[in-house]
């Protein structure tokens, strides 16, 4: 009796010890999304002049207040503007850039630029390491005086490539603002 006692608890204790062996799976990595508060386009007119800063900002987040949204000035008839994108989460002090970490997971970003009346055009700066666009450096050219309005879309795991469209791009959206120009 005494032997299949001792039988019975080492063939339960080789359960044990193989049924809690080490797991061989190294989990994935968790690329948490960054909190963006505030984004800031600058437009700098080719030849110089003055640069025009496009910014939203919504420091509440997901909360009741809606993003601010603001323009320094009007764009000029039948101009090229180098463009520029900043993107910030200031629930931090100092303020976090985001930008950086979009230029180092290039492959993972891109901005969508939807211009609509008096721009004529949109094209991208930069390029992923792949030959893809980033859109954190751009030119934008605007056509008649009229109204015009841009919006700037941050998608996160885009595919690549893509169209140019947001509806092909897939993936999902970090930041998105429009802004309402006049050019003259």
């Given amino acids: 009796m005494k032997t299949v006692n001792i039988f019975s608890i080492l063939f339960l204790a080789t359960l044990l010890v193989t049924g809690c062996s080490e797991d061989d799976n ?16 600058t437009l700098t007119p080719a030849g110089g002049g003055t640069a025009i800063t ?9 909360g009741p207040n809606a993003p601010v949204e603001t323009v320094s000035g009007n764009l000029s008839t039948s101009t090229t503007y180098s463009g ?29 630029y939807v211009p609509t009346g008096n721009i ?3 094209t991208y700066s930069d390029q ?8 954190i450096e751009f030119e934008l ?22 169209d140019g469209t947001l509806a092909d791009a ?13 050019v003259e």
């Fill in 128 to 135: 992923d390491s792949d030959g893809n666009p980033i859109g």
């Fill in 26 to 41: 190294t989990p994935e990595e968790v690329n948490e999304e960054e909190t963006i508060t505030t984004l800031i386009i």
């Fill in 170 to 182: 897939g993936g999902e959206t970090d930041a998105t603002a429009t802004f309402d120009l006049t």
């Fill in 141 to 162: 050219t605007t056509g008649a005086a009229g109204a015009a309005t841009l919006t700037a879309t941050l998608r996160h795991e885009p595919k690549k490539p893509n």
């Fill in 84 to 112: 520029s994108v900043v993107v910030l989460n200031e629930t931090e002090t100092p303020a976090e850039d985001i930008t950086e970490e979009v230029e180092e997971e290039a492959e993972e970003h891109q901005f969508f």
């Fill in 54 to 62: 496009l910014q939203s900002q919504d420091l509440d987040g997901d």
């Fill in 120 to 122: 004529a055009g949109i």
